[in-house]
């Protein structure tokens, strides 16, 4: 007798192996029934929210395991997974257009039922925030192990192939950040005004001034070093 495959062969809920695997009952009654809602836009509201804490989790996993290769100096197994960690960040910056699609006027409803909920409560932001630090730790000390400094693992990079690659991820990464957070500063902008205060009390003008924030500065200072350093060999060769 031949397996019948159609046939669910998980424990749990649902009808299907994949509804069960995915606990999609669960994840699908996570949002406002229309009977629920004030506006029919909170399902959009709530699926950008939701769909992008999914995704800084995944994030956050990441980087706080390319963390730990990075202390076993596993630098190629690290560099894989800031890629993944990455391309998070990007995914929820492209989401982030679908609020767009909301008038400005409409919007007002939706936010009416938020209550004090803001965005530096996002348990997936909060954690990127954690995780952030400890990777610039790591890769401090793997450079410190290697002898380089900075400037001159940026001048011979091709002698420390892996390790330069790493560099340039944790600034992707960093890059990646501030990005999301323009990209957001622009729709709250766009969506309820950049001259407001949001539903926690701050200021939207105190967001677009944490865009210059940054979790590994000396990553960006070094590009300083090395325009000028690059100027001063130039002269020195006149
Ligand atoms: C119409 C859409 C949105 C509006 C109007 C909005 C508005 C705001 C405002 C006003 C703040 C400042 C804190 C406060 O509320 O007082 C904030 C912070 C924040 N929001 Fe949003 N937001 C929107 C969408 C999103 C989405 C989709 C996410 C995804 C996770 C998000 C995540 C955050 C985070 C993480 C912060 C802290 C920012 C930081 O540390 O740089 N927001 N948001």
Same mark, same amino acid.
């Given at each position: 007798?031949?397996?019948?495959?159609?046939?669910?062969?998980?424990?749990?809920?649902?009808?299907?192996?994949?509804?069960?695997?995915?606990?999609?009952?669960?994840?699908?009654?996570?949002?406002?029934?229309?009977?629920?809602?004030?506006?029919?836009?909170?399902?959009?509201?709530?699926?950008?929210?939701?769909?992008?804490?999914?995704?800084?989790?995944?994030? !956050?996993?990441? $980087?706080?395991?390319?963390?730990?290769? #990075?202390?076993?100096?596993?630098?190629?197994? !690290?560099?894989?997974?800031?890629?993944?960690?990455? /391309?998070? /960040?990007? /995914?929820?910056?492209?989401?982030?257009?679908?609020?767009?699609?909301?008038?400005?006027?409409?919007?007002?409803?939706?936010?009416? $039922?938020? &209550?004090? &909920?803001?965005?530096?409560?996002?348990?997936?932001?909060?954690? /990127?925030?954690?995780?952030?630090?400890?990777?610039?730790?790591?890769?401090? !000390?793997?450079? &410190?192990?290697?002898?380089?400094?900075?400037?001159?693992?940026?001048?011979?990079?091709?002698?420390?192939?892996?390790?330069?690659?790493?560099?340039?991820?944790?600034?992707?990464?960093?890059?990646?950040?501030? $990005?999301?957070?323009?990209?957001?500063?622009?729709?709250?902008?766009?969506?309820?005004? !950049?001259?407001?205060? &949001?539903?926690?009390?701050?200021?939207?003008?105190?967001?677009?001034?944490?865009?210059?924030?940054?979790?590994?500065?000396?990553?960006?200072? #070094?590009?300083?070093?090395?325009?000028?350093?690059?100027?001063?060999?130039?002269?020195?060769?006149?």
């Amino acid at each position: 007798m031949s397996e019948d495959l159609s046939r669910p062969v998980l424990s749990g809920s649902g009808a299907s192996d994949y509804e069960r695997y995915l606990r999609t009952d669960e994840l699908l009654a996570l949002q406002k029934t229309p009977a629920e809602q004030v506006h029919r836009d909170e399902l959009l509201f709530q699926t950008v929210h939701q769909s992008s804490e999914l995704w800084l989790k995944l994030a !956050a996993a990441e $980087v706080e395991e390319a963390t730990r290769l #990075v202390d076993g100096d596993d630098l190629g197994g !690290a560099i894989r997974l800031l890629r993944r960690a990455s /391309l998070c /960040l990007r /995914l929820i910056t492209d989401q982030l257009e679908m609020l767009e699609h909301m008038s400005p006027w409409e919007y007002q409803e939706v936010r009416k $039922v938020l &209550g004090h &909920g803001s965005g530096f409560d996002s348990p997936g932001f909060v954690g /990127l925030r954690e995780v952030a630090p400890g990777l610039g730790r790591a890769f401090r !000390a793997a450079l &410190g192990r290697s002898g380089l400094e900075l400037t001159e693992l940026y001048v011979r990079a091709r002698e420390h192939e892996d390790l330069y690659q790493l560099a340039e991820m944790l600034i992707e990464w960093d890059e990646r950040v501030s $990005v999301w957070r323009y990209r957001h500063y622009k729709v709250i902008s766009r969506v309820i005004g !950049a001259h407001v205060v &949001g539903t926690q009390g701050t200021p939207v003008e105190v967001l677009g001034k944490l865009i210059q924030q940054s979790f590994y500065p000396e990553l960006w200072e #070094v590009r300083d070093r090395l325009t000028q350093r690059s100027i001063e060999e130039a002269e020195a060769r006149l």
